[in-house]
């Protein structure tokens, strides 16, 4: 398990790890799919930026929902019920279903985690990643815990410095989505090197 902490400087860009990925699919003439749960959407919108990425990007679910996790990727409500949306149970049937719904695909990479904004408090940050390969048959699971600079999440009566951190937190929302899908795409590459 690695912990990722804000202000990090040698952190790469999403875009830029993404584009390592896509590098790697290229050469080794393969197709991939994503299923993003706590990503809401956002590696696909880094893929999407890379020219010619329709070659080797099939596209990708936002399967936020439980009710959408077992109507669309027919994943079992009983796996979510035994084991939480955000375990590595789920991620792997996440990353398993979108694989075999998308034939064109060799890769599928399923996210799952807690990121917020009512995520439980213990839980926060939490991240599973699992990267499923067709042939030869591959799975890689990797989990992350994606941690704040403490100093937004202390408590203050101040109205003022409350609507500054509120403002701060929702920033940090969109940072720690940001994280997550740069970590998964390092899954990726790492599966793919």
């Known amino acids: 398990m690695v912990s990722v902490i804000f202000g990090s400087k040698n952190i790469m860009t999403p875009l830029k790890e993404a584009q390592s990925v896509f590098r790697l699919l290229k050469k080794k003439h393969k197709k991939i799919v994503f299923a993003e749960s706590c990503t809401g959407g956002m590696m696909a919108s880094i893929v999407t930026e890379i020219h010619g990425i329709s070659e080797n990007f ?6 936020y929902r439980n009710d959408t996790k077992t109507k669309w990727l027919k994943i079992s409500k009983k796996i979510l019920a035994q084991h939480d949306t955000v375990s590595v149970q789920t991620a792997k049937a996440m990353a398993k279903q979108v694989l075999v719904r998308t034939p064109e695909a060799d890769l599928a990479v399923a996210i799952t ?9 213990k839980q926060l940050g ?9 042939s030869p048959k591959i799975e890689k699971m990797s989990e992350f815990w994606i941690l704040p600079k403490s100093d ?42």
Request: glycine letters at 4%.
């Open 58 to 63: 099939c596209g990708s679910l936002v399967v």
């Open 113 to 121: 985690g807690y990121l917020g904004p009512k995520a439980p408090k």
């Open 126 to 134: 939490h991240v599973f990643v699992c990267v499923c390969q067709k």
């Open 152 to 193: 937004l999440l202390k408590k203050t009566h101040s109205k003022k410095i409350q609507n500054q951190r509120n403002h701060r937190l929702r920033r940090l929302r969109v940072r720690r989505r940001t994280i997550a899908s740069l970590l998964a795409f390092r899954v990726v590459r790492s599966l793919l090197r």
